[in-house]
């Protein structure tokens, strides 16, 4: 079995510094990402939160190994990350699973490219599949299955080579509220089994604050880290963790960070002010009329 | 706090609003602000009828869901049998407006000319030949062109290098190829092969390069971090991804590749079912044109048919859900 019941792991450092990413148009070197640093300690579950086009899920890549910084340092466990690796296993917010292989086929797919035999994997990714309920399902392709279950089979697929570290790039990004609560348990749930590193991507903040143990949130484009924030709350946590006053306050507190981000990223002259100003008054006239 | 009335299945949920179940039927009572009023549980699978398993009560349903198919292969019979019809019609009567069919044979004529064509080998051996062709030229075409677009695909630097040829020499129609193949190649045989790997070449390598364009990069990041090698990736995900749209060009391949022989084989061949058909006009056996022309047809169907079938089973994971 390529993952232990118990974690000994005291791998999967992750560590970014000074990470600047540009690229380069007609009118001159657009930045992307500006002077970001961050650091994921073993076993621990960091979250980069931050408006769309921040550049969080650029340091998540670069992290993965596709794309390298203008400069600045990427490493893990201290070697400089040259490329993506089984080391570092992803999931991704469209799943991105094979659509012509079988779940369980999609499972087994790290472990094939290891060189594991036939049966050998086969026998591997049942396990892992009877672990995250997806049993009755291992001879189905993807398309049959529903967005929670396409995403509970990345997510084993990237641990079934047991990765040093588990990049998530907005992955409950794209199933409704209510199923990613559960996903959300279902993530914490085998973080804690398996003790491994995490670096997570979201613009919830919600889901941010529930799953990890400490939050960067980053400024709009061009991107860096503006804040940085422990999250105070225990664990295991659950659903009625939400109605603490803790998680109530630093809900609001990063929700204001992000505000003014958000509103940046935006563009043009929207801010606070701008916004009142758009509650048009329209005494019951059609607003085609006002304008 | 008002009264709660929980029914028994919700007892374990920690529900603060006040419960209530919703009582008595006909009026509907506005529920106060803040209360939840559960409605009393119903048996979902009750409410369907049991499912009559008789012979009879299954043959009704099969026919109900396949009422579509059905309906589509009867409209279909049906047209096929009015050109008939129509076509015995128009030609029994030698009719003309126009368009002249004094001298075009009846069904009937061409059924007798298919009876006395189908008892002495040389017709089967047209059609053998033809087929021996098509066969050849197509499977070189789909050898070299599959290749080639997934290498194409692949590496920006070949296919900078090989596609303004390939988009030069692609609208030049096979049978403009006739003269210049017949010089190429020693033997006649050669050179209609050769226009018939022409005619499929060109769609099977643009829609492989087509659906090289299209493969999702994020499942080569994904194949890539679960530690596929890049010969891997080619083998798992590209080859995979791009073969829908290889059987696309596969099925297009074949019917330019029947355009392509017909015609070569009417300039130049001496067999074949092209050969046969455009040697009937010159020797006056009127019936036969049909007979060619309608066999072309059927080869032509049953081909794609084949490519189609072969397509279906190489993607089990496209077929319908």
């Known amino acids: 079995m390529a993952i232990p019941a118990t974690a000994p792991a005291r791998t999967g450092l992750i560590e970014v510094s ?15 990402v500006s002077d970001a640093d961050l650091v994921v300690n073993p076993g621990e579950f960091v979250s980069i939160i ?14 993965a190994g596709f794309l390298k910084p203008t400069s600045g340092i990427v490493t893990v466990d201290k070697e400089p990350v040259k ?43 049942r396990t892992l599949l009877g672990l995250a309920g997806l049993s009755a399902f291992e001879d189905h392709y993807p398309d049959r299955l529903s967005g929670g279950m396409k995403q509970r089979v990345g997510i084993v697929r990237a641990l079934a080579t047991g990765p040093k570290v588990l990049l998530l790039d907005e992955p409950f990004g794209a199933l409704d509220a209510q199923t990613r609560v559960i996903m959300q348990q279902i993530l914490t749930n085998l973080w804690q089994r398996l003790g491994i590193s995490v670096l997570f991507v979201t613009h919830d903040i919600d889901e941010a604050i529930f799953l ?46 992000i505000r003014e981000e958000s509103l940046k990223a935006m563009g043009g002259e929207l801010n606070e002010d701008a916004l009142k100003g758009l509650a048009v008054n329209l005494n019951g006239a059609n607003l085609a009329e006002v304008v | 706090m008002n009264s709660i009335a929980m029914k028994p299945a919700a007892k374990s949920a920690p529900i603060a609003a006040p419960f209530h179940l919703a009582g008595d039927g006909g009026v509907h009572r506005p529920v106060a602000p803040g209360h939840i009023v559960l409605r009393p549980e119903r048996d979902a699978l009750a409410a369907v009828a049991a499912p009559d398993r008789s012979f009879t009560g299954r043959a009704r349903r099969w026919l109900k869901l396949n009422a579509h198919t059905i309906r589509a292969m009867l409209l279909g019979a049906l047209a096929i049998g009015l050109f008939i019809l129509a076509w015995h019609v128009v030609t029994v009567n030698r009719m003309t407006f126009y368009v002249r069919f004094l001298n075009v044979p009846s069904p009937e004529q061409v059924l007798e000319s298919a009876r006395t064509a189908f008892s002495t080998g040389a017709f089967l051996n047209h059609i053998y030949i033809s087929c021996r062709r098509i066969f050849i030229g197509f499977a ?182």
């Not at chain 1, 924030?229 to 946590?237: N, Q």
């Not at chain 2, 009127?286 to 189609?308: C, E, K, N, Q, W």
Request: hydrophobic letters at 50%; charged letters at 15%.
């Open chain 1, 212 to 257: 990890s143990d400490r939050i960067y949130v980053m400024t709009a484009r061009p991107g860096t880290i503006k804040a940085e924030v422990t999250v105070p709350l225990p664990r295991p946590r659950d659903a009625a963790l939400q109605l603490s006053p803790e998680f109530v306050q630093l809900r609001a507190d990063l929700g204001a960070l």
């Open chain 1, 18 to 32: 000074d990470f600047n990413l540009a690229y380069d148009t007609l009118d001159g070197a657009v930045i992307a």
């Open chain 1, 50 to 63: 931050g408006p769309s086009g921040c550049g969080k899920s650029t340091l998540l890549n670069a992290v």
């Open chain 2, 140 to 321: 070189l075409a789909a050898v070299v062109a599959v290749p080639l677009g997934l290498l194409m695909g692949r590496f920006q630097l070949l296919k900078e290098f090989v596609f303004p040829v390939s988009e030069v020499l692609r609208p030049i129609p096979a049978i403009a190829w006739v003269p210049m193949s017949i010089m190429l190649w020693p033997t006649n045989e050669e050179s209609i092969v050769f226009i018939t790997f022409l005619g499929s070449f060109f769609p099977i390598l643009l829609n492989t390069l087509h659906g090289m364009a299209n493969v999702d990069e994020v499942l080569v990041r994904a194949a890539r971090c679960l530690g596929a090698t890049e010969r891997a990736t080619f083998r798992e995900v590209y080859f995979p991804a791009v073969l829908p749209q290889v059987f696309t060009g596969l099925t297009v391949g074949m019917g330019v590749a029947w355009v392509s022989l017909i015609a070569a084989e009417m300039i130049s061949g001496q067999f074949g079912i092209g050969y046969f058909t455009w040697e009937a006009y010159s020797l006056v056996q009127y019936p036969d044109i049909a007979l060619g022309m309608i066999t072309i047809g059927v080869l032509g169907l049953a081909s794609s048919f084949l490519i189609r079938i072969a397509g279906r089973a190489v993607t089990p994971w496209s077929r319908a859900k």
């Open chain 1, 83 to 125: 490329g993506p690796s089984a080391d570092r296993g992803m999931v991704f917010q469209q799943y991105s699973l094979f659509p012509w292989k079988t779940v369980r086929e999609n499972v087994e797919f790290g472990l094939k490219m290891r060189g594991m035999g036939k049966s050998e994997r086969a026998v591997a990714a």
